[in-house]
């Protein structure tokens, strides 16, 4: 298990009974909305959850009894930069943004592309988005191409943003 720093966040649940056969990082991703379920498994992976004091697998299925024990290491900060890019607001509340993408403009940074993103853009509007825990993605939901115009939707929280990739899902 990695080193959690001092002001990681600790949770511990007591699975009642009844509740038998569902996978960790599922059951882990339910009592924690806050967190994805990528994320979940990366923090199981790097053994910050273990299951009755031992570090388990993601598919791991849980019984009744079982104790899951959950920390959560500080959010890195962000590499990204805000950058003041004119952004075409179609739509916005407390917890979605909907932008109009231009063509040209890439998404998020990749090899080669450091910076100039709607990301970026999207920052400089929605700081505390750099604090989501994807330091390269923060809201992001779906993508559209380089070359792709279109409406991006962008999660403004984790629970808005469990929520977009869940009706994603199952379009």
Known sequence: MLKPKNNSTYKTYHLSVGITGVRLDRF???KCPELTRTHVQKLIADGFI???GREAKSSLRLDSGDRVDVVVPPVPPSPLTPE???LLIVYEDEDLLVVDKPPGLIVHPAPGHPAHTLINAILSHVPHLAQMGDSLRPGIVHRLDKDTSGLM???KNRVAQMDLIEQ????
């Open 50 to 52: 273990t299951v009755n």
């Open 153 to 155: 939707i962008v999660a």
């Open 28 to 30: 882990v991703a339910d």
């Open 84 to 86: 003041a890019i004119p």
């Open 168 to 171: 994603f899902r199952k379009r």
